[in-house]
């Protein structure tokens, strides 16, 4: 196995254009895992551990530029306002070690849909930001995952950073686990509340082959609110409201029976999920950050 060490970007991109069956590695917490386990020897290791860029990120006017390699731990640590969703969904990952190491793009790379940035990311509104020595791409996170741990890079492609949406309202991310740390999904469901468009985005993980937004349960919400003025008055949303919120999210998924639940349990915890986070959310925007203009 040969090792590549690029020490800028374009010697990365120039690396993959010229070994496009190079394995990227960054943080290596999933890479080191399949090595470890014999599950792959690819002949080139292409280490992006060099490339301090890709451990920083910008805060524009509307959106985060986060590199490829930002750890969780510095997302939780400092783009909290920014992005609670992601900030939520980071604290779940793993051990602090892993946090530590591990970061979106390598998420974004393994594609894994039981990855907790995923459901984040659908939630917020985000786009990757591919790049190869033929130029950049923005790839749209709807666009991005196109099968079980597949994704739409080509194989000449390295993540650069991902473009988020910056919160404009309350974002919540909730996981079902076996125990509370150190644990993979059995699901996990993103919710965010976009009060300047008066839209609701969602994100379902690991309940159908790759990460998904529950889009007719994001649909019959966005009229329910918008014919009952909520937005304006914030009022409570009603039970039935929410129950069909629910029922939709869950018809959502497409889940598999495995060693960590069964496809109905699933479906199941998806819908409660889904009715808890418009709760928490919907509470936070009627109460602060919200202008109390004509509230009921
Ligand atoms: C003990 C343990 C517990 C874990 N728990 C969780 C968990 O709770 N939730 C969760 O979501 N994940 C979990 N993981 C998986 C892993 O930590 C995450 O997927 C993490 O985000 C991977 O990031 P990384 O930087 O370590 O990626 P790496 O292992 O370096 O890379 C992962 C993949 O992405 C590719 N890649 C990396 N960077 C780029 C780039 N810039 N451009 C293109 N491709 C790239 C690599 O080639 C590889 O295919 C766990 C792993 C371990 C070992």
């Not at 451990?55 to 909290?80: C, K, N």
């Not at 130029?135 to 196109?146: A, E, K, L, S, V």
């Not at 686990?177 to 993103?190: D, K, L, P, Q, Y």
Request: glycine share 10%; hydrophobic share 40%.
């Amino acid at each position: 196995m040969d090792f590549l060490r690029p020490a800028s970007w374009e010697e990365a991109l120039a690396a993959k254009a010229e070994h496009p069956t190079a394995v990227p590695i960054a943080g290596g917490t999933d890479v080191m895992v399949e090595i470890n386990f014999d599950h792959r020897r690819p002949e080139y290791l292409l280490d992006l551990n060099r490339i301090g860029e890709l451990t920083e990120w910008q805060v524009e006017q509307d959106h985060v530029r986060l590199g490829a390699s930002v750890p969780y731990s510095a997302i939780m640590e400092h783009l909290r306002a920014e992005l609670p969703g992601l900030a939520l969904a980071s604290h779940t990952v793993a051990s602090p070690q892993i946090r530590n190491r591990g970061g979106v793009g390598g998420n974004l790379g393994t594609a894994s849909p039981a990855g907790d940035a995923h459901p984040a990311l659908l939630a917020a509104g985000a786009e990757v930001e591919a790049e190869s020595v033929r130029g950049t791409r923005m790839i749209p996170i709807d666009d991005f995952y196109t099968g079980v741990k597949r994704n739409a890079l080509a194989p000449d492609e390295l993540i650069r950073a991902v473009r988020i949406t910056k919160a404009d309202g309350p974002q919540q991310y909730s996981k079902v686990g076996t125990r509370n740390a150190m644990v993979i999904a059995v699901c996990a469901f993103g919710l965010a509340l976009h009060p300047e468009t008066r839209t609701v985005r969602t994100g379902i993980g690991s309940a159908a082959p790759t990460p998904v937004r529950a889009k007719a349960a994001e649909d019959f919400l966005n009229a329910a609110l918008d014919e009952g003025g909520f937005w304006e008055s914030g009022r409570i949303i009603t039970p039935s409201v929410a129950k069909q919120f629910a029922e939709l999210a869950s018809g959502a998924c497409n889940p598999i029976d495995d060693v960590r639940g069964t496809a109905k349990y699933r479906r199941h915890a998806v819908g409660i999920m889904a009715r808890r986070t418009l709760g928490w959310t919907w509470e936070q925007y009627r109460g602060a950050g919200r202008t109390l203009e004509g509230a009921a």
